[in-house]
């Protein structure tokens, strides 16, 4: 009982930091932009792991040769896709037009495999509800849809108004969890200094009352304490009780 549970550790920090490096060295990529091949070969790649962990009835090296082999064999595809744009179509497929005009292109959609239902379902997810505003609708390698609508439906931007904009810029982290970040300070040429004495504006004594804290785009400091004293918290729950 102990030698099978001390196999079975040992294989799992091997499967790990296997899966970890594998995913490191392959990119990152989040779970919505992936394709149906991609999803599929990442659960089977996470499947020989758990094997190459718990199972002892076979030997740990032929798990993990599996494991490298579809690792290996992913990269590869990876690498020709970037290379060769007519293989990355055979291998990737291409975006699709769905619906042109306001009028549903059914040949398209069924090569898709989707129904119209689940193609208005889509629409209404972009916060359309009346294909007749629809220019383009596009169904892209990783099955979202892309909907361009006609230019009378679009919403009118601030150069639409010709009302003069300015980049808002980025908000900068400088404290979290009661730690300063001092390169990030130095990014936006303040030190622990103005820090503090933001800070103290604040009425907060010392950083480590502070759970997160923001230099806004407009120079302003966003704190928020870890006692925030809210008061009566908001409940969206519909039944007492913490489950």
Do not use: C
């Not at 896709?81 to 042109?100: C, M, S, W």
């Amino acid at each position: 009982m102990i030698d099978e549970t001390i196999v079975v550790i040992v294989r799992v920090v091997i499967s790990f930091f296997t899966l970890l490096i594998f995913t490191r060295l392959l990119g990152k990529q989040e779970v919505g932009q992936l394709t149906f091949f991609d999803y599929i070969n990442g659960i089977t790649i996470g499947s020989i792991a758990a094997t190459l962990a718990t199972d002892l009835s076979a030997r740990a090296w032929t798990h993990w040769v599996g494991l490298v082999g579809y690792a290996l064999l992913t990269g590869l595809l990876q690498y020709i896709t970037i290379k060769n744009r007519y293989l990355g179509k055979v291998l990737d497929g291409e975006p699709t037009v769905v619906i042109e005009d306001g009028k549903i292109l059914e040949k398209n959609l069924n090569q898709m495999r989707v129904k119209i239902g689940e193609l208005m379902t889509l629409l209404r997810a972009q916060k359309v509800f009346d294909i007749t505003q629809v220019e383009y609708a596009i169904f892209e390698i990783n099955g979202e849809l892309s909907v361009k609508q006609k230019a009378e439906y679009l919403p009118v931007t601030r150069k639409d108004l010709q009302i003069p904009s300015a980049s808002s810029g980025l908000a900068t982290e400088v404290i979290q969890d009661g730690i300063v970040i001092e390169q990030n300070l130095q990014q936006r040429k303040k030190d622990k200094a103005w820090l503090r004495q933001q800070l103290q504006a604040n009425g907060i004594e010392k950083e480590k009352q502070v759970a997160y804290a923001l230099i806004l785009p407009n120079g302003k400091l966003y704190v928020d304490k870890f006692d925030d004293q809210i008061g009566k918290e908001a409940d969206m729950s519909d039944y007492e009780g913490p489950y």
